[in-house]
């Protein structure tokens, strides 16, 4: 398949698109070299998909213990004791 001056006026229409002379020779040129890439792709045969050679091993989670409440509330602008006070930003 190639791109001819008919098929790119009517891509150029549907695409809404308004090139000069040198851009429509030159667009037509690339897509052309598109379609002779794909030409050689079909004439490859096809063949299944490879089977994995490994499996995939997923790390083991592991409990670890979390960061101390009061240290971590030392930081924050205002806290009731427990929790963080945030302001309030919805009405």
């Known amino acids: 398949m190639t791109i001819n001056n008919k098929t790119m006026a009517d891509l150029e229409r549907k695409a809404a698109l308004s090139l000069t002379d040198t851009e429509r020779a030159e667009l037509t040129a690339q897509?052309?070299?598109?379609l002779s890439c794909l030409d050689v792709l079909r004439t490859c045969p096809d063949c299944p998909p490879?089977?994995?050679?490994?499996?995939?091993?997923?790390r083991t989670d592991q409990v670890l213990p979390s960061a101390d409440r009061a240290a971590v509330l030392t930081n924050a602008p205002e806290t009731d004791g427990t929790f963080f006070l945030v302001p309030r930003t919805v009405e």
């Open 50 to 58: 490879a089977e994995p050679s490994a499996t995939c091993t997923l």
């Open 31 to 34: 897509m052309n070299a598109v």
